[in-house]
């Protein structure tokens, strides 16, 4: 079963949402905020490891991550399992309880990472990203990313009726090297947001966890280390709020 429809945008009542975006490292960010302030965490970390693991040659890294200089667009976030856990124990404290919890992985991270979720939250299942069109790779060419499902309690789905493949074209005009297409992040909140929840990204890159988080009638509390992705993102909230239109994302591409 495909799930890639769109879903229209709800302008009705967009403005009285709040968005707070700020430029922080994720772990700071989280620990900024009060215990069990959010209701649903949807991220998609900038993982090292497979950068690292796709440099060859004389380090060239391959994709979008380079800006002209060779500096990288943004910094990524150490994959060692310590940092990792500090980030695991801050998101479970501001959690709710009876409350989920999605995070992206790429496959190396996957294999490297995901399974000290576990050790924080009850890992309900393994979401598969189906980008429909190839990627890169070595081998195999990439058309995939994963999305671990986990709560905190117990919290049943909103939606029984969506598959663990999830069917969303990867975007090919981007703003943002790695920005993901909204209607990932709006399965996510079909399934686990009711309206009025706070939703919350530490990684939030170009903001698209944020409008799927405005058109379900929730609030949105993010960070990004990254200023060009937070003044990106903000301005990107602006124009949601204000017109309901998504400046990075028009409608009819997104089928
Ligand atoms: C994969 S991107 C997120 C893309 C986002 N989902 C979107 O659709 O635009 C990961 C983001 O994490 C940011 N980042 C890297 N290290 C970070 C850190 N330590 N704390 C917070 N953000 C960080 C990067 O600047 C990047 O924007």
């Not at 879903?7 to 772990?27: E, F, K, M, W, Y």
């Not at 598969?128 to 190839?134: A, P, T």
């Not at 920005?179 to 698209?208: H, I, N």
Request: positive net charge; contains cysteine; proline residues 5%.
């Amino acid at each position: 079963m495909a799930v890639s429809a769109v879903s229209a945008p709800r302008v009705d009542g967009l403005a009285q949402h709040t968005v707070d975006i700020r430029q922080q490292d994720c772990i700071a960010f989280l620990r900024s905020l009060p215990d069990a302030s959010v209701d649903l965490i949807v991220t998609d970390p900038a993982y090292s490891g497979m950068n690292q693991h796709m440099q060859f040659g004389h380090g060239r890294i391959v994709g979008h991550y380079r800006q002209p200089g060779n500096a990288r667009w943004f910094a990524e976030f150490s994959d060692d399992p310590d940092t990792y856990r500090t980030f695991l124990a801050e998101c479970r404290r501001v959690l709710r309880d009876h409350r989920h919890i999605y995070i992206m992985f790429d496959s190396f991270s996957l294999l490297s990472l995901g399974a000290l979720v576990r050790e924080f939250f009850d890992v309900k299942c393994v979401i598969v990203w189906d980008k429909v069109h190839l990627g890169m790779g070595h081998y195999f060419r990439r058309r995939h990313e994963q999305i671990v499902f986990a709560s905190k309690g117990h919290r049943k789905l909103l939606r029984r009726d969506l598959p663990d493949v999830w069917t969303v074209q990867r975007l090919h005009r981007r703003a943002y090297p790695t920005q993901k297409p909204v209607r990932l992040f709006e399965l996510m909140l079909e399934a686990s947001a009711e309206p009025g929840f706070v939703v919350c990204d530490p990684f939030c890159g170009s903001g698209s966890a944020a409008v799927a988080a405005l058109r379900a009638g929730c609030d949105f509390t993010g960070a990004d280390s990254d200023a060009r992705a937070v003044t990106l993102a903000r301005s990107r909230c602006d124009a949601v709020l204000s017109s309901g239109e998504d400046p990075l994302e028009r409608l009819p591409s997104r089928a």
